[in-house]
């Protein structure tokens, strides 16, 4: 595949955690067409200010690129009180250290219709990620366009190492209608400390320890 004939998503979460992000992280997506005259952006992370619903923060997307990487939200589903449509800055509640949870954002790819007929692929590059050494991240493929051959199966999960970039080479998808691009998953998870580890650990051997004297009375 020919350099110029890709178009470019780089998902650069790279920005060092600070206050503005709150215990989490944050970063942004550059869609490009061939240069950065034609480039479209996302932004997403989580904040200590953020709601899981619509905030001040989401921004609905602007079509004016020739390529796209945004959200969807349709009001009135999951709490969603904004507009429906794409959004192109999609901020969550900070992940808690207190259990196990995670944050999800999907994401859908697309190219212009009037995207040069020369771009032959799309480039999708995450990363690299400055997060909280207890987070982990992966990015899945869950949806491929029904019309399209040579891209990853759906299903397909991507981990990398810390500090590099992830590169997922797809086939140029051109549609007027981006829910109909590639979707992809992108979840961000907060793995319990070592401490809760082993409360956790140590309450599974009680009740073990319970449930063997229950069956041994028996």
Request: hydrophobic content about 45%.
């Amino acid at each position: 595949m020919k350099t110029a004939g890709m178009v470019f998503l780089i998902v650069l979460l790279s920005l060092a955690v600070s206050d503005s992000w709150g215990d989490g992280f944050g970063g942004n997506v550059v869609a490009s067409a061939r240069s950065q005259a034609s480039a479209g952006w996302f932004y997403c992370g989580t904040r200590a200010e953020a709601a899981d619903g619509y905030g001040e923060e989401d921004i609905p997307l602007s079509l004016w690129s020739l390529a796209y990487v945004a959200s969807y939200h349709q009001q009135g589903n999951a709490g969603w009180a904004g507009p429906s449509g794409f959004y192109s800055h999609d901020f969550r509640a900070s992940l808690t250290q207190a259990a196990s949870t995670s944050q999800t954002w999907r994401l859908f790819a697309w190219c212009d219709p009037l995207a040069p007929l020369d771009l032959e692929a799309f480039r999708v590059a995450f990363g690299p990620f400055a997060v909280p050494a207890d987070y982990t991240l992966s990015v899945t493929l869950v949806a491929v366009p029904a019309d399209v051959s040579g891209a990853p199966d759906p299903g397909t999960r991507f981990r990398w190492p810390w500090g590099t970039f992830l590169y997922v080479d797809l086939p140029v998808y051109r549609t007027d209608n981006g829910l109909d691009g590639y979707v992809f998953d992108l979840t961000a998870t907060v793995v319990p400390e070592p401490s809760s580890l082993l409360a956790l650990s140590a309450g599974l051997a009680g009740m073990a320890g319970v449930m063997r004297r229950r069956a041994g009375a028996g």
